[in-house]
């Protein structure tokens, strides 16, 4: 009991470092190592992590397993919309110029949501992947 | 060259000791020591994006999947009657194969290496002018070469969605079996 004790304040303290991290690998990764796979996956450990500590009904109050799951395809849309949106407005498939004024503006935003929508499909596919497994087990 | 070989004595000590370990669990938590030593070999190449990856996804991740699979199944390695040379035989020689390979290749941090003369040279001159983005992997990954990138995406999802359509519809016919019995 006390060892669940170190283990529980330990996770509650550790948790909003985690997704603090998490948000800095996906935010920074245009000036230094990391993107939205690695931010991804760190977010994904957050949630594992709160389910392994507190139970699957906690992390499942936090991300729901419906939520989850329609995150997956929605991650994938967020990039494949990017790209549909420079076929709309005249120029290549995934081709950012266009989506700013300017075309390194462009770019940036293109980089931006494309790494957003790699960021939420890889959260939620390996936050699902550990939901389906854990389900498994009991 | 002494962090090299270091990580390379480790390296080849925990891939024999997973060889020869016979308890999974012990394989898993080795499998995941490895993973780490290799996101620190791959520091040590500088490439620090890929290291990041690899010790969350390698260390992190499957490491819990593969402790998540454990607890559905039974955690002891069967040993094997006979010893099995044939396999032995196939990996030694890929390997062997593998290493002559690398005897070719030009040294590491070449800079008039073939790979860089292409198409990697562009990349690092323009990605400022081109993106706006200092880091260049960052800006091929996701502006140069969005294309792969959008595969990889959808490789992720199927793949994801590939093993919940197993799990779950295992999960379904397991209740629907209580509910005849």
Redesign the interface.
């Given at each position: 009991m006390s060892l669940d004790l170190i283990l529980r304040v330990g996770t509650k303290l550790i948790l909003p470092f985690i997704l603090l991290f998490a948000l800095y690998v996906q935010f920074h990764g245009d000036y230094g190592p990391g993107g939205g796979f690695q931010a991804g996956v760190i977010a994904a450990s957050a949630i594992i992590l709160l389910s392994i500590t507190f139970g699957l009904e906690a992390a499942h109050r936090i991300a729901p397993q419906s939520l989850v799951e329609r995150m997956i395809p929605l991650g994938v849309l967020i990039y494949a919309g990017t790209g549909v949106a420079g076929l709309l407005m005249g120029k290549n498939y995934l081709d950012y110029s266009v989506l700013a004024h300017d075309a390194v503006h462009g770019h940036e935003l293109g980089i931006f949501l494309v790494e957003a929508g790699v960021l939420i499909t890889v959260a939620s596919t390996m936050t699902a992947l550990f939901y389906a497994f854990a389900e498994r087990g009991r | 060259m002494l962090i090299n070989t270091v990580l390379m004595t480790l390296l080849a000590v925990v891939t024999i000791a997973i060889v020869r370990q016979r308890s999974l669990f012990g394989v898993v938590i080795l499998a995941s020591v490895y993973s780490f030593l290799m996101a620190s070999v791959l520091v040590v190449l500088d490439a620090?994006?890929v290291?990041?990856?690899e010790a969350?996804?390698g260390a992190?991740?499957s490491t819990?999947?593969l402790l998540?699979?454990l607890?559905?199944i039974k955690t002891t390695e069967i040993r094997s009657v006979r010893p099995h040379l044939m396999p032995l035989v196939i990996s030694v020689g890929t390997g062997a194969i593998l290493v002559w390979g690398t005897l070719v290749l030009p040294p590491f941090g070449t800079p008039d290496a073939v790979i860089h003369q292409h198409v990697a040279a562009r990349y690092v001159a323009d990605t400022i002018?081109?993106?706006?983005?200092?880091?260049v992997?960052?800006?091929v990954?996701?502006?140069y070469r969005?294309?792969d990138?959008?595969g990889e995406?959808?490789v992720?999802?199927t793949?994801?969605?590939g093993?919940?359509l197993l799990?779950?519809r295992?999960?379904r016919r397991g209740r629907s079996n209580d509910g005849e019995t």
């Open positions: - | 620090v994006d290291a990041m990856t969350s996804v992190g991740i819990v999947l998540a699979t607890h559905l002018k081109d993106t706006g983005v200092p880091n992997v960052t800006s990954l996701a502006d969005s294309y990138t959008l995406t959808t992720i999802f793949a994801g969605i093993v919940m799990l779950h295992a999960r």
